[in-house]
């Protein structure tokens, strides 16, 4: 997992220049990306990168960045949870049972 001190949106928008253009919401029991809510089978998207964003000022603010993809079509994306008490229950089921293959390298997203 990386802290950052860049704000959500700042890393978001890094992300997506990087390719992580698709918004992976969840849908039932599954993560749907594509239009019309077509779901997307959980054992095929893989976390690729965690950033945690703190709230120092308000606990609000505080957040889980998720860099994901689909392993079957390459598609690449970005999912927002809640932290601690903010975070979605159902996000939290789901998210559990997707593997994190996060590489442990220096990361410009999460540098000001």
Request: hydrophobic residues 35%; negative net charge; glycine residues 8%.
């Given at each position: 997992?990386?802290?950052?001190?860049?704000?959500?949106?700042?890393?978001?928008?890094?992300?997506?220049?990087?390719?992580?253009?698709?918004?992976?919401n969840l849908l039932e029991e599954h993560i749907s990306y594509k239009e019309g809510g077509e779901k997307v089978n959980?054992?095929?998207?893989?976390?690729?990168?965690?950033?945690?964003?703190?709230?120092?000022?308000?606990?609000?603010?505080?957040?889980?960045?998720?860099?994901?993809?689909?392993?079957?079509?390459?598609?690449?994306?970005?999912?927002?949870?809640?932290?601690?008490?903010?975070?979605?229950?159902?996000?939290?089921?789901?998210?559990?049972?997707?593997?994190?293959?996060?590489?442990?390298?220096?990361?410009?997203?999460?540098?000001?």
């Amino acid at each position: 997992m990386i802290f950052t001190e860049k704000t959500l949106s700042e890393v978001m928008e890094i992300l997506r220049k990087r390719g992580y253009t698709e918004d992976f919401n969840l849908l039932e029991e599954h993560i749907s990306y594509k239009e019309g809510g077509e779901k997307v089978n959980i054992t095929d998207i893989v976390i690729d990168k965690v950033y945690r964003f703190t709230g120092l000022n308000d606990l609000d603010d505080e957040a889980t960045l998720y860099a994901m993809r689909n392993t079957r079509d390459g598609a690449l994306g970005v999912f927002v949870n809640g932290y601690s008490i903010y975070s979605d229950p159902r996000a939290n089921k789901i998210l559990s049972q997707i593997p994190i293959q996060e590489i442990d390298e220096d990361d410009g997203a999460a540098h000001k």
